[in-house]
């Protein structure tokens, strides 16, 4: 089996938003590493190659070439000016190219997203540029019968098991088997990273020219967002995707209606809603999209459309922008919305930014805001064309109450589309640990967390009080808790009833993450941490002694009533 992966050189380092690239120190991301260590699994399990290809400056070399070290049989580096400044699209384009000039490579793995952008966008979009299937956030795979292999997914509430066959694209969300440099080879290693600066594609396509956003701006977080203007919005229409579960809304959906309700406000946008669904789940649907203050929401229905399968919902969402062309779509920063949506916008070539946290109309422009380099900076991104595509983050804004009184014009339209994924989906359980923010307590750790196993204790304590779990950049960097597990500007928002702060010194960048808490207690042996300023009650202890008390005194009051 002849396997790529796509590894992008990162800008190391946090406070690297202001540093060019051919000057910066690079770095692989984590993410990438693990993708690699995959690729690595499966060739000793079916033999075939490896070969990693990048694309950024020539000094992206000085990051590739200790990666032979690990075993890779080639590794290629795509540099040339023009491809500067290419965003999610262009860069897609640019990789699609080489792949398909170089030959046949039967499954392609990269990581979710990148340690800097964190866009995530760039798989989903280089699969439909090859016409290829995306299979996001796998955490298992095993080989199947005839060429198949089985795919463990990792989506925000649910375990998917699916059966795939090649050619594929797999995004790599957590891989057990860690690879470390062989000495052997980092001794005889003779291979050099093969630097390819002759452009693979058309020139038009790719750097800013080819780009369908730009950067407008990039600012400390600190700094202030467009001055609010009445500009005239009047005639542009902003359409909420409706990401639906067997016919039931996320609730998040009322977070994406809080936003398109503010730009009618402010600007006069017309809101249309767009959902698609089987016609199994067409009756709950219709019960819940009936709540919502919409001019216009257009449903499209066809058997293809199983929650779980999402590889065919992009026909029908091309299907419904070549008839109503929005100038935004607003979309939950989900696994399933960022694929399919990331797809519309390379097959489209439209803007695309994900992970927004502000949206608004600076003069002609739609502005969407979203951090990057862990969330010390913001940028403030424009498309180029007419659409812009935006995923929002989650609990940023408060959600919308829907209005039963109000009738909405809901249009039904049957959709026998069918997508390229040949997959056959095995089973669905629920995701069975911290993370979901499914209660009303979140028991948040720092880095004053001694061991990584301790954590799978605090887990147990979770569990023993209905707890979710969340905790610092420190951890996630350490490698202790994966990426989704983090609060903060750089990770999620949340809002529990009562948030558990376990040796949490209390940074600017978590603390943004936990606005919307109702009560705080903080537990720290340094009295003079930051975290207590915040805190509803704070006590002065390690948080190993006290945990199992605190436990112990929320499940007897529960007891009480």
């Known amino acids: 089996m002849n396997i790529l992966v796509c590894v992008k050189p990162a800008l190391a380092g946090a406070d690297s938003a202001m540093v060019t690239r051919e000057k910066a120190a690079l770095e692989i991301s984590r993410q990438d590493l693990l993708a690699y260590s995959c690729a690595l699994w499966l060739r000793r399990q079916a033999g075939g190659s490896v070969t990693l290809l990048a694309m950024s400056s020539a000094n992206a070399v000085e990051c590739l070439e200790p990666l032979y070290a690990y075993g890779a049989d080639r590794i290629v580096l795509l540099s040339n000016p023009l491809l500067a400044g290419s965003d999610t699209v262009a860069t897609s384009y640019a990789l699609a190219s080489w792949i398909r000039n170089e030959g046949h490579y039967e499954l392609i ?35 199947g019968q005839q060429g198949c292999f089985l795919l463990k997914r990792e989506l925000e509430r649910y375990f998917v098991k699916t059966e795939a066959s090649v050619p594929a694209l797999l995004t790599i969300k957590n891989w057990a088997e860690s690879e470390r440099p062989k000495l052997a080879q980092i001794l005889e290693n003779h291979k050099k990273v093969e630097l390819q600066q002759v452009l693979p594609c058309d020139a038009s396509m ?12 990039l600012r400390d977080r600190k700094e ?34 809080t936003v398109a309700r503010e730009l009618k406000k402010r600007y006069g946008f017309t809101i249309s809603g767009l959902a698609l669904c089987s016609g199994n789940a067409l009756k709950n649907l219709l019960r819940e ?89 913001y940028a403030d991104i424009c498309a180029t064309g007419s659409t812009l595509v935006c995923t929002i983050r989650k609990n940023i804004f408060d959600p919308h109450p829907r209005n039963s009184d109000v009738a909405a014009n809901i249009c039904i339209h049957p959709c026998e589309a069918a997508g390229i994924n040949s997959e056959r989906l095995l089973s669905v359980s629920n995701r069975h640990f911290a993370g979901t923010e499914s209660n009303q307590i979140m028991i948040g750790v720092g880095a004053g967390l001694r061991r990584k196993e301790d954590l799978d204790q605090i887990r147990q304590m979770a569990d023993l009080i209905h707890a979710d779990i969340g905790v610092t950049r420190a951890l996630v960097e350490k490698g202790w808790a994966p990426k989704e597990y983090q609060i903060g500007l750089s990770g999620r928002a949340v809002q529990p009833e009562l948030y558990i702060a376990l040796g949490i010194s209390g940074a600017s960048q978590h603390l943004i993450g936990l606005r919307k808490c109702k009560n705080i207690i903080a537990v720290n042996r340094d009295a003079n941490a930051t975290v207590f300023q915040y805190a509803t009650v704070g006590i002065v202890a390690d948080f190993y002694d006290v945990l199992p008390r605190l436990s112990q005194m929320i499940l007897n009051r529960r007891k009480d009533g």
Do not use: W
């Open 289 to 377: 999209v009936q709540q919502l203050s919409f001019e216009r929401i257009d449903i499209y229905i066809g058997d293809a459309f199983e929650y779980f399968e999402d590889g065919n919902y992009l026909e029908g969402i091309c299907e419904y922008y070549d008839s109503h062309r929005p100038d935004l779509i607003l979309a939950p920063n989900t696994v399933h919305s960022k694929t399919v949506l990331s797809q519309l916008a390379s097959r489209k070539r439209l803007g695309m930014c994900a992970d927004c946290v502000e949206i608004c109309q600076h003069g002609e422009q739609i502005v969407a805001t979203r951090p990057v380099y862990e969330g010390n900076t």
């Open 224 to 257: 202030n967002s467009f001055k609010f203007m009445a500009e005239d919005g009047a005639g542009r229409t902003v359409c909420v995707y409706l990401e639906n579960a067997c016919g039931h809304l996320l609730a998040f959906s009322d977070e994406l209606i």
């Open 206 to 217: 790719v750097g800013t020219v080819g780009s369908q956003t730009r950067v407008c701006r």
């Open 109 to 143: 793995l990269s990581g979710c997203q990148s340690s800097d952008s964190e866009t995530g966008q760039v798989p989903a979009s280089l699969a439909e540029s090859l016409g290829m299937p995306c299979y996001a956030n796998v955490v298992e795979i095993s080989l």
